[in-house]
């Protein structure tokens, strides 16, 4: 599975970014998609996902700011993030799971940077 993000940036606080991130290869039939964050000094955490049926989780920080959505027929995730706040700067990952029996097999993307000025 490859993975290419793209629509990081910099931008005013209280600004609007959105970050796509398209999927190939062996994709799998029912996959999830999503997205962490690494800031500087801080480990890598869930933002956002979303299953292959629709299922969407948030981290409690983004809720009501981010929306994460998807396109199963053009295998691409979305994170819609809104009043965006200094402290959402990070390195962003996509990521794609693929449910395999009781595990799962974890697939990353390249890192794009937001970067949240005040």
């Known amino acids: 599975v490859q993975l290419q993000a793209s629509g990081g940036g910099l931008v005013q606080a209280g600004g609007s970014l959105r970050l796509s991130c398209i999927a190939s290869g062996r994709i799998g039939s029912m996959f999830s998609m999503g997205w962490y964050r690494q800031a500087p000094g801080e480990q890598r955490g869930l933002v956002a996902a979303?299953?292959?049926?629709?299922?969407?989780r948030y981290v409690d920080s983004v809720k009501g700011r981010f929306t994460i959505s998807r396109d199963n027929a053009k295998s691409t995730v979305y994170l819609q993030m809104n009043s965006l706040q200094p402290e959402d700067t990070a390195v962003y990952s996509c990521w794609h799971g693929i449910p395999i029996g009781s595990t799962w097999r974890h697939y990353w993307g390249q890192g794009t940077l937001v970067t949240v000025s005040s």
């Open positions: 979303i299953t292959s049926g629709g299922d969407t």
